[in-house]
């Protein structure tokens, strides 16, 4: 079923994060210190080395890797709701290599930041809650039943 609500863009924020910490992890904190429970993420910048996720759709676990090397954060994208009544960053990242090869997948924690700059924008809108989905075994969106 396709869930669709109206959101407003309320408030943009603009920052680097700090080298050596975890990428998700501080993008997370962020969200929890300042109240974000919808929004959106994009940032860019480097990783001194990289803890990433694939999904796998048949077992329905994520299978995690890592790479031990530094990249660059072509892109990392990512969204903000809630689950389990905290902010939950949900991103994805992009990352090249020294020949522009390309890795990527879902951000785990583990990935170090060599330099990162964000955009963090925060939304007003109704509340979209991660619950377990059992068609696909992952934490979707769920919102309060219309009148
Ligand atoms: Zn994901």
């Not at 879902?106 to 619950?131: D, M, N, Q, W, Y």
């Not at 377990?132 to 039943?145: Q, R, S, V």
Request: charged letters at 25%; one cysteine or more.
């Amino acid at each position: 079923m396709t869930i669709m609500k109206k959101v407003k863009s309320s408030e943009l924020f603009m920052g680097k994060l700090c080298h050596g910490g975890d990428l998700l992890e501080e993008i997370t904190d962020i969200c929890q210190k300042n109240n974000v429970q919808l929004g959106r993420i994009e940032a860019l910048g480097a990783v001194q080395k990289a803890r990433l996720a694939f999904y796998n759709q048949q077992t329905h676990e994520y299978q995690f890797f890592a790479i031990d090397q530094s990249l660059e954060i072509t892109k990392l994208v990512g969204n903000i709701s809630l689950k389990d009544g905290s902010p939950m960053v949900h991103a994805h990242i992009t990352l090249a290599d020294k020949t522009g090869k390309a890795y990527g997948g879902h951000l785990a924690s583990g990935t170090v930041v060599f330099a990162c700059e964000f955009i963090l924008e925060v939304f007003e809108g109704p509340i979209f809650e991660r619950k377990l989905d059992e068609e696909t075994g992952l934490p979707l969106w769920t919102m309060p039943k219309e009148k």
